[in-house]
């Protein structure tokens, strides 16, 4: 494979960014033959003109991308402004296919050696986390990472053409197509996983034995205990990845707490027995997490280099926990080095079979 071509700009209108981007795009080739296109929520409602254009002005024909609050390119996010970040990759024909909600999914499994999935879904379904399963499922060995549209407009993704909600889409590879990827957490833990000993859906009642409240506030301390109002935005729930080698959880929202009956209402349905514990959200740890996660991913690389790269993040991080002045995406360059790379701040992050939050995942194609 060549080096994949790229263009990200922001500009007042998604004419003038789209012709950036095109410019810096460069000299294109016969052999670029998927395009991964993400434009902030600004203008979304222009996404299906955005893409008619580089169809119109690149031999790319196979397309992927979504809409986010964010979304970056090599070094660079954008929030709150038109902008647009298109990458072209060249692969071996037939290596990859472009689905939509799971069609042909199997076909091409059955066909091939299946590796590696990008997927895009739609925060709004019910049914995501089954969508997310099923699909995972489908893959056999494959591995799927993504995420969830972020938009305060219209909610779209794109796989080949413009779909308006409902499942997930992208792009599977063959296992000709060599990856490397890995997962950073935003929120560090302040307590021991504890067993919930009753519950009722997404309630938690009791943990331990004990009242559901009064564990957490032991665990979250005087700070959060004294002004409950506190814990939204820094205190969220960790629930352990069961056979993960690497102490990984997911973490989900507290989204209620009833002091009168010692409550817990967590953004998951809970079973009895089930293990869970409490994390903070910081920004030092996050970063502190992110220099390790670049670490381990620049080991794995044995000297191989970078073609191109994605980077999903949660809208929790970006500006909202490193600021605007990119520190995110610059610190991957800093590790990495300078290679296209595009990306979005997703509603949730695909991590393997499951829908993460507070996450960055990153990405890399391999030559």
Request: with cysteine.
């Amino acid at each position: 494979m060549e080096n994949f071509k790229l263009g990200h700009a922001s500009a007042s209108t998604w004419q003038d960014a789209a012709e950036s981007c095109l410019i810096q795009l460069g000299e294109l080739s016969s052999s670029d033959n998927l395009g991964f296109l993400y434009v902030t929520d600004l203008i979304a409602g222009e996404l299906p003109e955005i893409l008619d254009f580089f169809k119109a002005n690149t031999p790319v024909t196979s397309w992927v991308g979504t809409v986010g609050i964010g979304i970056c390119g090599s070094g660079k996010q954008y929030f709150n402004t038109p902008a647009i970040a298109v990458m072209l990759g060249n692969f071996p024909e037939n290596s990859f296919y472009v689905f939509q909600e799971n069609e042909n999914l199997n076909q091409f499994a059955a066909k091939n050696r299946v590796l590696f999935t990008v997927a895009h879904g739609d925060p709004r379904s019910k049914e995501i986390d089954k969508d997310i399963t099923n699909t995972s499922e489908s893959l056999s060995e494959g591995f799927l990472v993504g995420g969830l549209t972020s938009s305060r407009h219209e909610i779209l993704q794109i796989a080949d053409e413009i779909r308006e909600g409902g499942g997930v889409s992208g792009v599977i590879f063959s296992n000709e197509i060599e990856v490397s990827t890995r997962l950073t957490q935003s929120c560090s833990a302040i307590g021991p996983y504890h067993r919930i000993s009753q519950c009722d859906n997404n309630i938690i009642i009791g943990l331990d034995d004990k009242s559901a409240l009064d564990v957490f506030k032991q665990d979250v301390g005087p700070e959060f205990t004294e002004d409950l109002n506190k814990v939204a935005g820094n205190i969220f729930a960790a629930i352990p990845i069961q056979g993960s080698d690497t102490d990984n959880y997911v973490i989900r929202n507290i989204i209620g707490i009833d002091p009168e009956h010692h409550l817990l209402a967590i953004g998951s349905k809970l079973n009895l027995g089930m293990s869970i514990g409490f994390t903070r959200r910081d920004a030092n740890d996050a970063y502190k997490y992110m220099l390790q996660m670049l670490n381990q991913i620049k080991a794995s690389l044995n000297g191989r280099k970078i073609k191109g790269g994605l980077y999903y993040s949660c809208m929790g991080r970006g500006e909202n926990l490193f600021g605007n002045d990119s520190k995110e995406l610059k610190v991957i360059e800093q590790f990495l080095g300078d290679f296209p790379l595009v990306g979005f701040f997703a509603n949730g992050e695909i991590f393997y079979q499951r829908l993460h939050a507070y996450s960055g995942i990153l990405t890399l194609f391999l030559e």
